[in-house]
T-cell receptor, first 109, second 114 residues
Framework: GQNIDQPTEMTATEGAIVQINCTYQTSGFNGLFWYQQHAGEAPTFLSYNVLDGLEEKGRFSSFLSRSKGYSYLLLKELQMKDSASYLCAVRDSNYQLIWGAGTKLIIKP | IAGITQAPTSQILAAGRRMTLRCTQDMRHNAMYWYRQDLGLGLRLIHYSNTAGTTGKGEVPDGYSVSRANTDDFPLTLASAVPSQTSVYFC?????????????FGPGTRLTVL
């Protein structure tokens, strides 16, 4: 079966750095996405990785290792507005997105 | 219209009733999707359409139907609603001709079936 695993919840302090991990087992791999979802709102696109390595975009970076079936999202200089759920999704061999249940990130002052 | 819109925003429905959730996008994206999101679970694909005139079944299609008469609209119909269809429904679209084929989401419809 296909499976995406992420921690259910994480807590971090304003101004700090947090790393959210995602491991996956899917039938084929055609890219990995990270989305941010604030409570009661729609998911919004953060990053896309298809090759191994680190993609940096401002305070957010995403890393991929295809051989390990592993990705992480790194958030630097945390702000209160970063409190949200972070969703990991993998595009499988059928070009459909398989979604993790999301990691709820709580930022404390 | 900018992006994707969904209607209604929320709805309470009696079991057994028929309901259509509307989704419209103005980005001229060829692909559209319907997902449901339930607490503790990832987004699950109900139906999708790669281009106007075609549709396909996703992971959880039972009890739902879709149509894609044109590029912009992708309605989702519950023929006879059941309480297990209580969920938040998101419509999304993507340009599958673009490299990443990133999906963009509508604001969602919160549906309660009693």
């Amino acid at each position: 079966g296909q499976n995406i695993d992420q921690p259910t919840e994480m807590t971090a302090t304003e101004g700090a750095i947090v790393q959210i991990n995602c491991t996956y087992q899917t039938s084929g791999f055609n890219g990995l996405f990270w989305y941010q979802q604030h409570a009661g709102e729609a998911p919004t696109f953060l990053s896309y990785n298809v090759l191994d390595g680190l993609e940096e975009k401002g305070r957010f970076s995403s890393f991929l290792s295809r051989s390990k079936g592993y990705s992480y999202l790194l958030l630097k200089e945390l702000q209160m507005k970063d409190s949200a759920s972070y969703l990991c999704a993998v595009r499988d061999s059928n070009y459909q997105l398989i979604w993790g249940a999301g990691t709820k990130l709580i930022i404390k002052p | 219209i900018a992006g994707i819109t969904q209607a209604p925003t929320s709805q309470i429905l009696a079991a057994g009733r028929r309901m259509t959730l509307r989704c419209t996008q103005d980005m001229r994206h060829n692909a559209m999707y319907w997902y449901r999101q339930d607490l503790g679970l990832g987004l699950r694909l109900i139906h999708y359409s790669n281009t106007a005139g075609t549709t396909g079944k996703g992971e959880v299609p039972d009890g739902y139907s879709v149509s894609r008469a044109n590029t912009d609209d992708f309605p989702l119909t519950l023929a006879s609603a059941v309480p297990s269809q209580t969920s938040v429904y998101f419509c999304a679209s993507s340009d599958s001709s673009a490299g990443a084929d990133t999906q963009y989401f509508g604001p969602g419809t919160r549906l309660t079936v009693l």
